[in-house]
């Protein structure tokens, strides 16, 4: 039997609209193989129907596995305090996983292309367990283990969105500011709802706009 390896992924770190999701999957390391058979791979090159399939698979080839969803207050607070910032938000929640997968060996996709710096911070947060942490950038392409975790969080994250529209009855697309669809639905109800990045930019400059148009209305 190989060590337990873990891999950690995320999605959502980008959009304006709803939670980014961290996953954490550990399998025994002779079997990582077997999650390219059976067509793990990252989840950004997958079919949503294919994404949904390889959930339940991923599910049941792990040892382990945990899902943590972060809220958009949770976000603002990170991106918007003096002390903390979204890449240190990640870390802190990647190693509350590691820390109840407990890998002997853990590849995590980083979100700084200072992956030796990420590393070591994972590497603080995680001290006194004897583990050895990698960080590289597209982790979730190169590492299985780390593409079975990114299906994770992608269909977690996929799932969360739908849940916000039945909920409120309302279309906003993807979520992603780069979304056309998303970036109309912002600027007309940015302010009517709780599922916002309000420390995004996108969201910033929608308020500010339509602040800036309101006021132009009051002095005619």
């Known amino acids: 039997m190989g060590i337990a390896l873990g891999g950690i992924d995320e999605a959502g770190r980008g959009p304006v609209i709803g939670p980014m999701v961290i996953a954490g999957v ?15 791979k990252d989840s950004k090159l997958l079919s949503r129907d294919e994404r949904e399939r390889l959930f ?14 972060i809220s958009p207050m949770e976000i603002d607070n990170a991106v918007e305090s003096d002390t903390n910032n979204l890449n240190k938000l990640e ?3 990647s190693a509350s996983i590691i820390k109840r997968l407990k890998p002997q060996r853990v590849v995590l996709d980083s979100p700084s292309n200072n992956t030796s710096a990420y590393r ?16 590289e950038n597209k ?8 593409s079975a975790a990114s299906i ?46 309000k ?19 009051f002095k005619r």
């Open 56 to 69: 339940n698979v991923v599910k049941d080839i792990a040892k382990d596995f945990v899902i943590e969803k």
């Open 152 to 197: 994770l969080a992608k269909v977690t994250r996929d799932r969360e969105i739908e849940k916000l529209k039945r909920k409120y009855g309302v279309d906003f697309g993807s979520g992603y500011p780069s979304d056309p669809f998303t970036r109309a639905f912002l600027r007309e109800n940015y302010s009517k709802y709780p599922f916002f990045r």
């Open 26 to 40: 550990v399998i025994d390391e002779a079997d990582s193989g077997k999650l390219r058979e059976l067509g793990i």
């Open 120 to 135: 070591q911070l994972i590497e603080r947060l995680t001290e006194g367990l004897k583990i050895e942490v990698v960080a």
């Open 91 to 93: 870390a802190a929640v």
């Open 139 to 146: 982790a979730d392409l190169n590492h299985p283990v780390v």
């Open 199 to 217: 420390s995004w930019s996108s969201w910033k400059n929608a308020a500010q706009k339509k602040n800036q148009r309101s006021l132009s209305f």
